[in-house]
């Protein structure tokens, strides 16, 4: 049992590391600070944690509201002000975190950056005089764990197409969101 | 840079056994044209000449010898004289290619003094009615990146994954259908579909850089 105003603070603790899931480091330094400050020893209350985090985790998955989350905690065991309380910081914090649970799904070769050159062919080994226009892409795309560069060369017509495809699927795009 | 050897010239005017031009142009015939000038009750034709021009020229160097081989029996030429012949046309047509010569004047400049003047003329007409479309085989058989061949996408809404069980996030898969540098594949040119995925945030960020590139392009054209 944890005394309330330690329990908010672990409560930060806890949404701190759900926000930002890449700083373990950090949060597991942040756990054994305040099982030090509390006198709790580090053992069981990683474990209640592990426990706790259970459940924002199942929430997002199932898109539950926070009137949900509360009961779920309530049904844990927890006292109704921190069920409440750690309901109120899920709402607060659910966009940012139903944006990860987005950020984290499947994506197939993900297009990750683009650069790009253009440039005049001045001349060839089999025409001296040429003066065409090129562009040339490098698409950086994510295959698997792994990033792969592709290299294309477009002509001023295709550009121009492309261009207008890409416009397109904007317009697509945004219609749906 | 002179656009043929001598020795080349002389191998082009074998062609006079094909091309039905007849003998007795300017200046003394060589000992070469006077025997050549009994081989003219061969079967002449300018398009068997035209032909063989365009062959050359489309000819890669090291396809030459097989070319000529081939047209032994049409030029009634031994495989050596076939062979200079065949190379003396490869180089002349791709030198005027090369140089980007368009008027006939140019081209008849090329040719030396003691040529035979029907057959300067017959090959200059050839090769005026090839050089644009020659000029455009050069330029697609350029040395490149590999080159955007096609270009096809769609738009689909994710609804669910393993992470997020209800959500409608729309995203787009493009595919690309890129072909390898033809100089490399000869006759057979592999094309290879690349299908890439791209949320709204990259597509955005796309198009401001596409757009950056019209800018610029504009800007090149307007100077």
């Known amino acids: 049992r944890v005394p309330s105003q330690q329990f908010s603070a672990l409560t930060e603790v806890l949404f701190r590391f759900l926000t930002e899931p890449k700083e373990v480091e950090r949060f597991l330094t942040q756990l054994s600070d305040f099982a030090t400050m509390n006198k709790i020893s580090l053992g069981p209350l990683k474990n209640i944690v592990k426990s706790v985090l259970l459940v924002p985790n199942g929430a997002l998955k199932r898109n539950l509201s926070s009137e949900q989350v509360r009961a779920d905690f309530i049904a844990l065991g927890l006292s109704e002000e921190k069920a409440s309380y750690f309901a109120e910081q899920w709402k607060v914090n659910s966009p940012t975190l139903t944006r990860l649970a987005v950020g984290q799904t499947l994506m197939i070769n993900q297009l990750i950056d683009m650069e790009w050159k253009f440039g005049v062919t001045a001349g060839s080994s089999e025409l001296e005089k040429v003066g065409s226009i090129f562009l040339q892409l490098k698409l950086v795309i994510k295959k698997g764990s792994q990033l792969e560069n592709v290299y294309v060369e477009l002509t001023l017509p295709q550009f121009y197409s492309f261009l207008h495809e890409m416009e397109r699927v904007k317009t697509s795009l945004e219609s749906f969101s | ?223």
Request: net charge neutral.
């Open chain 2, 1 to 223: 840079m002179a656009a043929l050897r001598e020795a080349e010239f002389a191998a082009l005017q074998s062609l006079l056994k094909v091309s039905g031009v007849r003998a007795g142009g300017n200046g003394a015939p060589g000992p070469r044209l006077s025997a050549l000038r009994f081989a003219l009750r061969q079967a002449p034709s300018r398009d068997a000449v035209r032909q063989l021009c365009q062959e050359c020229f489309s000819s890669p160097p090291a396809a030459l010898g097989p070319l000529a081989q081939r047209a032994c029996p049409g030029l009634a030429a031994g495989p050596v004289e076939a062979e200079q012949l065949v190379s003396a046309l490869h180089n002349l047509t791709r030198h005027v290619v090369y140089r980007g010569l368009t008027r006939a004047e140019d081209i008849l400049s090329l040719f030396p003094e003691n040529f035979h003047q029907n057959l300067k003329n017959l090959l200059t007409k050839i090769i005026l009615e090839n050089i644009s479309a020659w000029r455009n085989e050069a330029q697609a058989s350029q040395i490149s990146l590999p080159r955007l061949v096609d270009m096809d996408w769609r738009v689909d809404i994710k609804t669910s994954s393993d992470s997020i069980i209800r959500m409608a996030v729309p995203t787009c898969l493009l595919q690309l259908k890129i072909q390898e540098d033809a100089a490399l594949c000869g006759n057979n040119p592999v094309v290879s579909a690349l299908t890439v995925e791209l949320s709204k945030e990259t597509l955005d960020t796309m198009l401001e850089g596409l757009g950056r590139i019209r800018d610029q392009l504009s800007a090149v054209a307007n100077k």
